[in-house]
C-alpha cells in the first residue's frame, strides 16, 4: 500500500505539477535503520557528474504491480480514458456524495418546475489529447461512506439510467478555457446538461413538499441521492487518443444545479437548487488499467527483462532500483557525494510525458511504501537525479539494510501519469548509474 501526501498548486501543459513537500521522519521499526532521507538537495549535481566519482556499482532494475491502491477522498476526481502506446488503456471514474448547498423553504402548495439540470466539474488539469468523450451520469443506488477506506478497485451498486441528455454526452473537453454561464465568466469547466424527468423533477416535487425531512439534515440527503457516478464510455480509445482529466471536486463551480421556478409565479421567476461536494463528503476514483500485450506487462511477469527498460504507473506499478554491489563498500569507507542517476525514455513532444515529480520510497517491516524523497524531473538531461550520500553512508556502516529504492510518479492516486525507464542493459544512449565518491580509512 503506498502512503503519500498529494498537493497540487500548478499544472504541466498549462497545468505543470510542482507542490509543497514534507520529508518524512524515519522511525527504526526493527534493529536497524530503515533508511536515512536521499539526501537535503544541497549537492551540486554536477559537480559531480563531472568529477569521474565512481560508477561501476551493479544496478539490478524491475517493476512492482500495487495490487492495493487507496483513492478515496484524493487531491483530485479524475475522468477519462486514453490509449497508451507504451502501457495500454486507462480509464478513470468518479464516484462522490453530494449535500445541499443553500436552505430551501416553500410554500404550502408550491409546485417547482424543473428548467434545466446542469452537472459542472471544476478542470485542473489533464493528461494525454485533448480529443473528445463519450460521458455518462448514474445516481448511486448505494449509499457511500466518509469513515470507509475506498480502492481504485471499487465499485458501488448504480441505477439503471444513464442521466446524461444525448445532446450534452459527447464532448471534447476544453480545461483551459473560460465558460459563459448566463452572462457570467466562469472558470473552466466540464458541463453536462442532465434529464429532468430522471434527475431533477421527482426530487423537486419532494424539496416543496416540506415532509420529506432529507432536505433538513445532511446525513439523511446522503441516504436519500446517495450520489453520483461520473464515467466515460469510450473505455478503449484508439491507440495514441484520449485523455483523463483532474478535477477539484470541492471547487465551488463543481456542483449539481437544478434550475427552476415556481408554477404559480406569472414572471417565472428563476431559482436554483444547488448540490455540491463538501469536504465532509465521501468520493473515491475507480481506475482500470489494462498492460495486456504491452512491454510494462512483461517486465511485471519477469522482473529479469527490467534491466533493458522498467516502468512505473499511477495506480498501477513502481520501478526498483536495487544496488547489491554496494556491500562491497569498506564499512570504514566514508561516503562524500553520491548520485543516483535515473534516465528515461520520452519523445520531446509525446502527450504522455513522464511526471514532472517522482517520489523516492522504502519498504517498511510491515510492508508499506513510504515516500521520502521528491526529485523534479530534469528536462536537460531527461534524467531524474537523486542525492542519496546520506542511502548510501547508512548501507556502508550497516546502519540501513541494502532493500534498494521504489519509484513513481509523486501524485501516485490522482494522476494518470506513467514513467519509461532506461534499464543498465537500454540500448540507449543513457544509462542508469550510481556514482560514488568516498574515501576509505
Known sequence: MIQQQNNWTSWRKGFTLSATFLLALLVATSCKKETNTIGLGALDPDALLNSGGVDTFKLTTFSVAEDSVPTDNQAFGILGAYHDPKFGTFNASI???????????????????????????????????????????YELDEALDIDSAYYKDDIKALKLANLVLPSSAIQTPNPSDSVLVGTTKKPAQLRLRLDPALFGNTLMTD?????????????????????????????????????????????????????????ADANATPYELVLEVEDNCADFN???IDNSGYAVANVLLDSIIGQNQYYAQAF????????????????????????????????????????????????????????????????????????????VQDIVTGD?????????????????ERIIFNGPNTTNKEKPKLIVKYTEY
Not at 448547498?101 to 489533464?126: E, Q
Not at 539494510?401 to 490522482?414: D, I, K
Open 207 to 263: 424539496a416543496t413538499s416540506g415532509t420529506n425531512p432529507a432536505f433538513t439534515d445532511d446525513a439523511l440527503f446522503e441516504d436519500y441521492m446517495k450520489g453520483l457516478h461520473i464515467k466515460v464510455s469510450n473505455a478503449n480509445p484508439s491507440l495514441g487518443k484520449g485523455g483523463v482529466f483532474y478535477f477539484n471536486l470541492e471547487d465551488n463551480n463543481s456542483k449539481v444545479t437544478i434550475y427552476y421556478h415556481l408554477q
Open 286 to 288: 475507480h481506475v482500470e
Open 400 to 416: 540501513a539494510e541494502n532493500r534498494g529504492v521504489f519509484l513513481y510518479p509523486t501524485f501516485f492516486s490522482s494522476t494518470a
Open 316 to 391: 498501477q506499478s513502481r520501478g526498483k532500483v536495487e544496488f547489491p554491489t554496494l556491500n562491497n563498500l569498506s564499512k570504514k569507507a566514508v561516503v562524500h557525494n553520491a548520485l543516483l542517476v535515473i534516465p528515461i525514455a520520452h519523445q520531446t513532444f509525446s502527450s504522455f510525458y513522464p511526471s514532472n515529480q517522482l517520489s523516492v520510497g522504502y519498504k517498511t517491516d510491515e510492508g508499506k511504501i513510504v515516500g521520502f524523497q521528491v526529485i523534479a524531473y530534469d528536462d536537460s538531461r531527461k534524467s531524474y537525479i537523486v542525492d542519496v550520500r546520506n542511502y
Open 95 to 137: 464516484y462522490t456524495q453530494f449535500h445541499l448547498s443553500n436552505t430551501i423553504s416553500f410554500d404550502a402548495g408550491d409546485v417547482a418546475v424543473v428548467d434545466s439540470v446542469v452537472l459542472s466539474l471544476r478542470y485542473r488539469g489533464y493528461y494525454g489529447e485533448l480529443d473528445p468523450q463519450s460521458f455518462e451520469v
